[in-house]
């Protein structure tokens, strides 16, 4: 899409409820632009020759006719769009504000600077897993969005999908999104949030019935256990070093104040978005995200070229 | 109870023994100590509009740096850190440090004169709020020329704000200077309230006062009641961050939304309180150009009102993305949507008035006329976020930082470049260069229309705010290029108003008193005014007492030759509120020291606040006691005590 | 036209404030005002807090009244005391004003004292709770009032003394009886906010 962020169309049912209310307001504005420019430019233009003198005492002080009737009759025809607006308003909210009464999943997302952690829900404990920045759903399905604050506050928007609502720390505020056809859709954070805040998308993949079954239960499953010597030297570094902050499931990393990355592999991007996810982006990243984030919670690493290649050679295996 | 002292007030004609009289009484002594302590609201009042004009330099100048940085995807001109603090300076700057200032500035100046009289209700009130303004900028701006500037945005949400997410000094800096601030705005708009229902001439009955004193006195009631509201959450934020208190961390059982609450009911009301005075000096200007009085005065005077009054009821449209319950989202939306018909009346106003009147085109014309459609453009902007499901698109995207500059930008900066073309011949007795006026105006306009029109469409298109840089889909480089562009003309074009004002106050066209044959009574005195302003107390019977030979007034015409001449003292006459008969003589303070002093004091204050230091606390606390007790003693001169005792 | 012959007519007029008329007493209540306002925020913040609060949010459900409402009580008397010295300079007086602002002045320091007291009975601190900050801070803001109204207390007794004050000339006088008076007001909103609305059924 040449512009992913952009609400003037919709590719779900949330976002597409307010899209004829949206061209409504905004064709509505434009016309009036047009028509008081016109007005004003007429309204000067009248300006006779003689008085163009410039010489202010020369041209006649008169009382003129009393012009109530513009006030009156301009805000006559303002407030009928105005009113139009106000009730096609009350029925888009009505029909867009509230979840969905049986949704089809429900995800709980924490905004955190300066990604967004996902958790999927399942009937049993060991089903339960997290991911980051991208946020698998089925089409055509309801989802249910849980927002929690994490740290500060971030504002989860998908324009495609679903317009914004805040992650607040303290209480949970709810969205929901449905697709209409399957694609990926850009997501931003959008409440400022600290340095990185303009590096801090997501993406939302709606997926068929059956492609979403398929990749829930990829997701579902730990890492698998290293089988050449460098990706187990890999494994180790990961658990010793990355493991600090984050969780590969099936390992000794376990922490969770960074995303988690047993699937890391299956993400397009990395750092909320911010690179596309390859070989070459991801050694750089992990050596050096403050070149590429200044500010964000990662330390550069100050791997050798060993480590870093034994650690590419292990994170490649979380697919 | 003793019948009150009464004195038989002469009433005579201007003569030049008297008016020797009335400049020795009135006249601030000369030199450094002259400086320090006038409380001559003309010299007040001009020191505000430079002020405020620096602080408008300053914030234009951060402007042109971010736009940099925005000028094309992925520049590294400032880094992170550093452009938060840009655009928080910016914000912070052009709405606290210049939009309320200069509109402040000439009001200080031209109320007096607007209103007949001969200074405000508090002479030394007002030189308080001049100089804890100068004092509080000062105190913000160490922060940002330390690197310590605030980084959260004007807005300032918790929990970034806290001591956990900002451990510097920055927020430490914006919230005590803002506490600091708000004193000034305050006592400010104290005073304006006062001298609105006590100051005005004879017969200048509450529907004969220009607009702008209605615009003025609005913005000045709601200050009064909201200003507390923002100085308590910055109150607050400060105590979390020194002192644990758990106002706004939910660890503590606080709430990060109280902020916005308190933010908002304070920042919604404040951003009409920046456009009125401005709405209302094209109220008063505009007519002058179109050679007719404005159409509906009465309609826009009550639009000015009530404009104000439904502002204080919208506050939630700034946090429609919060979670808060739909019942209360669907009030404040529609709230929000009806908001727009007062601020139409005044629209159609000013067109009606051009095109019932003779409009004669100058540079200050032009500024007065062409506003009315950027506000109309602003306000159009401002209607689509009313509506809660499409503002939750459009919030927090390029739509909304367009809509806020052409509300701004339209309805402050312009009317107050108009209003420097029209009244600067008042203040300083010359006129602008009107070729140079074109020039300023027209760069102006395209510049600002180049880099603010387009906006529109990249926030349209998804381009969300305050961030750093951003990735270039489909043209938002394209866009943000033009905007940058326009933003640079846009600067050239303020540069050009500057230019004007400093080569006219040397060269300019003298402009004798009334070079626009205008209706108002600032155009009776000389121009630059005696200090004393009116030398005769001009009895009112219309709005344009100037204009009554012409319009035929029914009603008797104004005197402005013959009246009370109140030179036995710094006097001037005290009306009643609603129809302005006289009442008492107002006895009005002389120059003095304290509010410099008290000023002095209370910056020691805050910079041990700021610092942590109690001793340097508990000093300026002391000297500001002081000071306000010297400042209160009850004086004879002003009849605060018995004369002959003790 | 009668006003304009009026201001063409030699006419008397007092000059100067008389009494309580005059712009100070204006201006002393546009500011008063405002800080009303401030207590009115400040109350908005308890309300607020407190009703999006889990349940718990009240440390002490059940807040005693023993010290603080004898307390404000006592406040409240200083406020008629005021009232007495004010009316005794509008009467001519001196003496009477004089025992007024000083016993005033004291009774406001036992407020102030007892206020101490009570604070440092409580079982939790600034940095407890947002209760325990809001009870302390809104607490804490109308004692930095009262203190300031106690100097102004002190002014007016000092400058009753100096006998500056006459049936006519006082208006001072009744500017800082307005400010104690709106001392005393505040003190009975943040008793019935924190001591009343709890018993009432609020954030339990």
Known sequence: MTWPLSYLSASGLRAAKVVPLTWYMLIVSIVVCLVIGIILWAAVRRSRPEDRAVELRDVPVERGGAGIRWISVGLLISALPLVAALIWTMVALAAVAGPPRNPGLILDITGRQWWWQVQYAGSQPLDVFDTANEIHIPVGVAVLIRLHGGDVIHSFWVPQLSGKTDTIPGQTNLSWIEADHPGRYLGQCTEFCGYQHAHMQFEVVADSPAEFERWISMQRQAAAAPTTPEATRGRDLVEYRCGLCHRVRGTEAGAISAPDLTHLMSRRTLAAGTLLNNPGNLVGWIQNPQNIKPGSLMPDQFLSAQQLSDTLAYLETLK | ?646 | MPELAAATQPKSLPVGPVGRRGVGWWGVSTLILSELALFGYLFFAYFYTGATAPPGWLIDPAPSLKLALPNTVLLLASSVIVWLGERSIRRGGRAGAQAAFAIAFLIGGAFVAIQWLEWSSKPFRLGTSSYASLYFVTGGLHIAHVIAGLLVLAALFWWTCLDYFSVRRHLVVAAGALYWHFVSLVSVLVLFTFYVTPYLGFGR
């Open chain 2, 1 to 646: 109870m003793m019948a009150p002292e009464l004195r038989r007030l002469a009433i005579g004609t201007d003569t030049v023994e008297h008016e020797a009289r009335l400049l020795e009484l009135w006249e601030t002594r000369p030199g450094i100590g002259g400086f320090f302590s006038t409380v001559d609201h003309k010299e007040i009042g001009i020191r505000y509009v430079v002020t405020a004009f620096v602080f408008l330099a300053l914030g234009g100048l951060e402007a042109l740096v971010i736009r940099l940085q925005l000028a094309g995807p992925n520049l590294s001109i400032l880094t992170p850190d550093e452009y938060n603090q840009f655009f928080s300076t910016h914000g912070m700057t052009m709405i606290f440090l210049y939009a309320a200032p200069i509109l402040s500035g000439f009001s200080n100046y031209l109320w007096p004169l607007l209103l007949g009289s001969r200074d405000m209700a508090f002479p030394r009130l007002n030189a308080l709020s001049y100089w804890i303004y100068l004092a509080s900028g000062l105190f913000l701006y160490a922060g940002f020329l330390t690197g310590n500037g605030p980084n959260d945005g004007w807005f300032n949400y918790v929990p970034y704000a806290s001591r956990d997410y900002n451990p510097g000094l920055n927020q430490d800096f914006y919230a005590l200077g803002m506490v600091f601030l708000g004193i000034s705005t305050t006592v400010g708009a104290a005073n304006f309230i006062v001298s609105f229902f006590r100051t005005r001439a004879p017969g200048m009955s509450i529907n004969r006062v220009p607009i702008m004193v209605w615009g003025t006195l609005t913005a000045s009631v709601a200050n009064l009641l909201v200003v507390p509201a923002v100085s308590l959450a910055f109150f607050m934020l400060w105590m979390d961050r020194q002192f644990g208190t758990h106002f706004f961390d939910p660890a503590g059982g606080g709430q990060p939304l109280l902020w916005q609450h308190l933010f908002w009911l304070f920042g919604h009301p404040w951003v009409y309180a920046i456009v009125l005075p401005a709405m209302g000096m094209v109220s008063d200007g505009l007519p002058v150009f179109c050679r007719r009085p404005l159409v509906g005065y009465s309609l826009v005077a009550l639009a000015t009102v009530a404009t104000m009054i439904l502002g204080f009821g919208v506050w939630v449209h700034h946090m429609f993305a919060t979670g808060l319950p739909g019942l209360g989202l669907a009030f404040f939306s529609g709230a929000s949507i009806l908001i727009t018909l007062p601020s139409a009346v005044a629209v159609f106003a000013w067109l009606a008035t051009i095109w019932l009147g003779r409009p004669v085109i100058t540079t200050a014309f032009l500024f007065f006329s062409s506003m009315i459609l950027l506000f109309v453009i602003g306000g159009v902007s401002g209607f689509m976020t009313a509506s809660v499901p499409v503002d939750w698109q459009l919030t927090d995207t390029y739509f909304v930082v367009a809509h806020i500059h052409y509300v701004l930008i339209g309805i402050n900066v312009f009317p107050v470049a108009g209003a420097v073309y029209f009244w600067f011949p008042k203040m300083t007795g010359r006129l602008l260069d009107e070729r140079l006026g074109r020039w300023n105006f027209w760069i102006m306009f395209l510049g600002f229309n180049l880099a603010f029109l387009p906006m529109h469409l990249t926030g349209l298109l998804g381009m969300p705010r305050r961030v750093y840089t951003y990735a270039d889909y489909g043209g938002w480089g394209t866009l943000n290029l033009i905007t940058s562009i326009g933003s640079f003309v846009f600067a050239v074009g303020v540069l050009l108003l500057f230019v004007n004002v400093v080569k006219s106050l040397r060269s300019g066209a003298v402009a004798g008193k009334n070079p626009w044959d205008a209706p108002t009574l600032e155009w009776a005195v000389p121009s630059p005014p005696p200090v004393y302003n009116f030398a005769v107390i001009p009895t009112v019977s219309s709005r344009h007492p100037l204009w009554e030979d012409r319009l035929g007034a029914e009603g008797g015409r104004s005197i402005l030759d013959r009246g009370l001449l109140l030179a036995s003292g710094k006097e001037t006459i005290g009306t009643t509120g609603l129809d302005a008969e006289p009442l008492m003589v107002l006895e009005m303070a002389e120059d003095s020291f304290a509010p410099f002093a008290l000023t002095l004091g209370l910056s020691l204050f805050f910079v041990g606040l700021l610092l942590r230091s109690w001793t340097l606390t508990g000093v300026g606390a002391a000297s500001a006691a002081f000071a306000l007790l010297a400042w209160l003693w009850p004086q004879r001169a002003l009849d605060e005590r018995e004369r002959g005792r003790a």
